[in-house]
């Protein structure tokens, strides 16, 4: 029998008193209804109800064009069979070959691979959700030819993300010098991407400032008022204007594929931070365009360039760009430093001289930030998350499984809670392995979340993404699943047991109000060992500290 931990009841009552709702500090884990045609699956955000946004990736069964002209390419990078050819129908080694060559090539002759859609898990049900993707008559599927990701979704249930456009064949006829027409099928998309808005199952999409070849938008996070965190185009590179005015003269290619081909070495486009507000129909009211943290000399030409990666529900944004290394040295720093986008317009959050690098990734609704610092640590950038009070001037990187452990906040609640991942383990090699982690910034508690799981679990949480205000997290787990390949068929070895593999699934964590942890001390043979409890009833007390909370921007 498990042995337990459990809290007494005077820290109980004192717990109920002190917060009017009682949590457990064990949170138990729902695996996010897998979609079958997926291997992969991870969480991006969720809401206060615990709907929860994600994307899937690595699909079986991918369906492939399959041109007459281009079967010798075919034949010899896959070995493919003229019945196979023929037929369309592909055994697992032709399937995976197929897709990893079509997925390397550059060329816009061939068919293009994106193969990540995005999910909405509500009321026990995980629907796949389709935003610029479409279904194509030849293949009677959706192309999987570009990449789709919902960031984040609001009280209202309106979901925000980013996706680039499909990939569509088009016929066109080159003419040689010698005068022969040869007809060509090429590849060509109208656009890199766009801001998502989704809402009842239909996808609206925040146009460019600047469209010119398509332009570009993207939205990483909406809060529960309106308010949406983004970039948009507003020009084009002088450099990359030049090169398309030379090269783009819709001879040798249609245009939005030479304008395709290059942005495949690189951005084409200047950006700017926006921050959007729209109706709860998922229409833009207004927008706000910020600029960099400082203003560039004659001298300073490159393209400088700033981010908002959240936004609170009174329109401040946090994010990273381009700063000065200090006041008065006119180079700027090429690493990002985190920044403030607000009624003062772009400001920096820190002082950029004592870190090197660092990103702001999220503002709660008491405008406390989090994010990560870095530092040049034996010649390599080394991560810390951060906490940041905005109204008390407060600066915190706290300790984590260890002092030099990386570590990255991606997600603070209203009630001060933190989500993100670290290092916990110990090792001389390169690459350490990583677990979430949950912090309170009141008692500056410290907690490994598998350590509040059930022992023995099948899960191994790496990631968390986002904590609602109910202290649900969305997160990102590995678990050991049967092996299956390119085509979704099982392997199995020669005595008829299937081989197994280690997969990234989406779950939901919820806290559990029976009021104990688990003491896994006497578990043989743990899938990993837990770093200890002693902290345990402070954890506790942390998870609900307010009789009034205001609803966090998710």
């Known amino acids: 029998m498990k042995s337990k931990l459990f809290i007494t009841s005077l820290l ?12 457990a500090a064990q949170y138990e884990i729902k695996e996010i209804a897998p979609l079958e045609k997926y291997r992969q699956h991870f969480s991006m955000g ?65 068919q293009k691979i994106g193969d990540s859609k995005s999910f909405i898990y509500s009321g026990n049900e995980t629907n796949l959700v389709a935003l610029t993707d479409y279904v194509d008559a030849e293949l009677g599927e959706y192309t999987g030819s570009n990449v789709e990701q919902l960031n984040a979704i609001n009280s209202s249930d309106i979901a925000v993300g980013t996706a680039s456009a499909p990939f569509i064949p088009v016929d066109f006829v080159i003419t040689s010098e010698e005068g022969v027409e040869t007809e060509f099928k090429f590849w060509q998309r109208d656009y890199k991407t766009r801001a998502t808005i989704y809402l009842n199952g239909v996808t609206k999409l925040i146009e460019p400032v600047f469209s010119e070849y398509g332009g570009l938008t993207s939205a990483v996070d909406i809060s ?29 290619a249609p245009l939005l594929v030479c304008v395709w081909s290059k942005q495949t070495s690189g951005t084409i486009y200047k950006t700017k931070p926006y921050i959007w507000q729209i109706d709860d129909t998922g229409e833009v009211l207004s927008s706000t365009e910020f600029d960099i943290a400082f203003t560039p000399t004659e001298t300073q030409t490159s393209n400088y360039t700033a981010t908002i990666a959240a936004v609170n529900e009174f329109g401040v944004g946090v994010g990273y760009g381009h700063v000065h290394s200090k006041d008065n040295d006119p180079i700027v720093q090429f690493y990002p430093q985190p920044l403030l986008f607000g009624s003062e317009g772009t400001k920096t959050l820190i002082d950029v001289d004592l870190y090197d690098a660092g990103y702001a990734t999220d503002i709660n609704s008491s405008n406390i930030v989090i994010g990560k610092v870095q530092t040049v640590y034996n010649n390599e950038l080394n991560d810390e998350f951060f906490i940041y009070d905005i109204n008390n001037d407060t600066f915190d990187t706290p300790t984590t499984f260890y002092p030099t452990a990386e570590s990255t906040a991606n997600s603070i609640n209203d009630l001060g809670i933190v989500v993100g991942e670290a290092e916990y383990e110990i090792t001389t090699e390169s690459v350490r392995r990583k677990h979430g982690f949950i912090y309170n910034i009141n008692t500056k508690s410290f907690f490994d979340i598998n350590d509040l799981t ?23 787990a590995l678990k050991r699943v049967e092996l299956r390949d390119s085509n979704g068929d099982i392997y199995y070895d020669s005595a008829g047991a299937s081989y197994t593999e280690q997969v990234a699934v989406s779950v939901l964590l919820s806290p559990i109000d029976s009021g104990e942890i688990e003491d896994c001390s006497d578990i043989e043979n743990p899938k990993y060992e837990r770093k200890g409890l002693s902290t345990a009833p402070v954890f506790i007390l942390f998870l609900s500290s307010l009789l009034y909370i205001r609803r966090r921007s998710i």
């Open 224 to 252: 529960n008022s309106g308010y949406i965190a983004g970039y948009s185009s507003t020009g084009l590179i002088e450099s990359a204007q030049v090169s398309i005015e030379t090269d783009c003269d819709g001879e040798g």
């Open 12 to 23: 109980a009552t004192a717990f109920i008193a002190h917060s009017g709702q009682a949590f």
């Open 46 to 110: 969720l809401n206060d109800s615990g709907t929860v946004v994600g994307v899937v990736r690595d699909s079986f069964n991918f369906p492939f064009y399959l041109e007459p002209y281009l079967e010798d390419t075919y034949k010899t990078a896959c070995d493919l069979s003229d019945a196979e050819l023929s037929s369309g129908v592909f055994d697992a080694t032709s399937t995976f070959c197929l897709k990893s060559t079509l997925a390397g090539l550059s060329s816009p002759l061939f």
């Open 454 to 476: 059930e022992c023995n679990s099948e899960f191994e949480i790496v990631e968390m993404k986002s904590i609602n205000n109910n202290n649900q997290i969305a997160a990102t």
